[in-house]
């Protein structure tokens, strides 16, 4: 049976309300993108590696530890750090699976979940939508986070905006 454990009090702010898991070092990059988005929403985070083939101990002790409201599993390969991490909390878990030679091994061992464990999945390498993803979960009980995404996506709509009057050649 999944413990609840105890979530951290207080603004998404001043807590770490989101907690990044990576399967590897090497997975850096796409873990990156997460933070670059969490760091601009002024959103709390956590980040550790650990693996649920090489360190299952870990990973388990990790997730049971967390005061955290969300978490994000990034990895690559057989990806079955997520699904793992699901299953030691009741928590919301957002896989993001990473690029390799063949991409739908990590993108299948994700998405095709067996009923009962849901992991939300983002699409290859897409660690900037899983933050956004957990931002939008921690907005239903926050308004400074909801009004940081309001602005993030103004932000965009001008950019995309003004690239439309780049092009007129
Ligand atoms: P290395 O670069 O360390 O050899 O890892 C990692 O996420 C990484 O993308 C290669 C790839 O293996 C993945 N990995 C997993 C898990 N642990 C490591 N998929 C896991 O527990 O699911």
Redesign the pocket.
């Known amino acids: 049976m999944a413990p609840k454990g105890s979530v951290g009090k207080g603004s998404p702010r001043d807590v770490e309300a989101v907690h990044i898991f ?6 850096m990059t796409v873990a990156s993108k997460a933070v670059d988005v969490l760091k601009e929403l002024g959103i709390g985070y956590k980040v550790t590696v650990a ?4 360190t299952p101990d870990i ?1 388990e002790r990790e997730v049971k530890g967390s005061s955290s409201r969300v978490f994000i599993a ?8 997520p699904g ?1 991490v699901a299953s030691h909390t009741l928590r919301p878990v957002i896989g993001v699976p ?1 690029s ?1 030679q063949v991409n739908l091994d ?1 993108i299948l ?1 994700i998405v095709q979940m067996p009923p009962g464990v849901p992991v939300a999945a983002v699409g290859l390498d897409r660690g900037e939508n899983a933050a956004l993803l957990a931002a939008r979960m921690l907005a239903l009980g926050d308004e400074k986070v909801q009004s940081a995404l309001s602005t993030y996506m103004q932000r965009m709509r001008e950019k995309v905006i003004s690239s439309s009057k780049e092009v007129q050649l």
């Open positions: 990576m399967g590897s070092k090497s997975d693996s649920a083939h090489r990973v990034i990895a690559g390969l057989s990806a079955a750090l793992v990473v390799g990590s061992s």
